[in-house]
């Protein structure tokens, strides 16, 4: 079996590709190296991928409509795991249009790429808890309205939904979105907070802590969010289109956290108190019930856990 993923180079893109080779499955890669975030990270990664024999990549950008379909034709695949994405909440407040291009006009290659091929693929794709903007029911739930994002890059993952929704209604594919919520782990995004906070905590630089301290994220260890999207993607009996929340089911106080990373680091941290930030939402919580009753997903790592792994491949990582 082939599964193509597309941002292979990326954080659970390379968690992801690591997980299916292991499990005997032939890998291709696609991923443009966008400058993001530093690229040698992308580099590091996918030279650890390269070491295996039936891993292969091309640096290639979604957007690349030709040579996505060069891409298919040669691989074809059994299934697609579509990664690939601009990520970012607060990046998408100043750089709107690199979530239209890849987001969408990326993702509808992907969509198109899909319908065409010869042997239709099986697509499961990353969705996002940003989608559920700044709903006050908790845990969050998949039949949740989610019709009033916060964030441009949560209506791209939003219409990343829709969109999928009517080519399997249209074409018959099998289409299956994932909404990730606050994935973290070793060979982890420099963007994201708990990275910033390793980083200033280290330098001794205060933490900026935004609304006060007073946030709660689902905070998810990438090997449970792989776990999931391994058994939704080895599962023969999902329906042609669905959405399934991937999450660790705990809400953790945002102070808890950064108590956590600060003891497995060893440092005392200064805070530095600051607003809500534009884009943000104030908690993620996950239902999982239903994850688990199609797949019998059960996440394993809490934060005391998972934030130690984190810490460890930080400081080796990072120096
Ligand atoms: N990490 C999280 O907490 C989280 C939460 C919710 C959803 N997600 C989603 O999960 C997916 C993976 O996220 P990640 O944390 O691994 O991010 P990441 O940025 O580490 O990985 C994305 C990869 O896609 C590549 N890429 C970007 N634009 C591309 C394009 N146009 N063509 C080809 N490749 C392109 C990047 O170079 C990168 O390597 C994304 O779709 C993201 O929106 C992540």
């Not at 299916?20 to 291709?28: K, Q, S, T």
């Not at 034709?73 to 795991?81: F, N, Q, R």
């Not at 996002?128 to 989610?146: A, L, T």
Request: overall charge neutral.
């Amino acid at each position: 079996m082939k599964i193509l993923i597309t941002g292979s180079a990326g954080f659970i893109g390379f968690h992801a590709a690591k997980e299916f080779l292991r499990r005997g499955w032939d890998v291709a890669g696609v991923d443009n190296y966008c400058d993001y975030y530093d690229v040698k990270l992308k580099r590091d990664r996918s030279a650890i991928l390269r070491k295996d024999a039936r891993y292969f990549e091309r640096e290639l950008d979604i957007c690349d409509l030709d040579g996505l379909r060069a891409a298919f034709a040669e691989e074809k695949p059994d299934v697609v795991l579509n990664l690939a994405a601009q990520p970012g909440v607060r990046y998408s407040i100043d750089h709107p249009f690199v979530y239209q291009k890849t987001n969408l006009e990326g993702f509808l290659n992907i969509l198109e790429c899909c319908r065409h091929a010869q042997k239709r693929p099986k697509l499961v794709f990353a969705s996002s808890s940003s989608v559920y903007g700044g709903n006050k029911k908790m845990p969050f739930e998949e039949s949740d309205q989610v019709d009033s994002p916060v964030s441009l890059y949560a209506a791209t993952k939003k219409a990343n939904e829709l969109m999928a929704h009517v080519y399997s209604h249209l074409y018959g594919m099998q289409t299956i979105g994932l909404r990730f919520f606050t994935v973290y782990g070793a060979w982890y995004r420099p963007d994201m907070a708990l990275s910033l906070f390793a980083d200033a905590m280290l330098h001794g630089r205060p933490l900026k802590v935004f609304n006060h301290g007073e946030m709660r994220r689902d905070f998810t260890f990438v090997d449970d969010i792989v776990d999931g999207i391994v058994r939704v993607v080895e599962c023969g009996s999902l329906p042609a289109y669905d959405i399934y929340n991937i999450g660790n089911h705990r809400s953790e106080r945002l102070m808890d956290v950064i108590e956590t990373l600060a003891v497995a680091l060893g440092v005392e941290p200064k805070l530095e108190m600051l607003p809500m930030q534009p884009g943000d939402v104030l908690a993620t919580y996950a239902s999982i019930d239903k994850l688990r009753a199609a797949v019998g997903y059960e996440p394993k790592t809490t934060i005391r856990e998972g934030i130690p792994v984190f810490a460890e491949w930080y400081r080796a990582y990072h120096g």
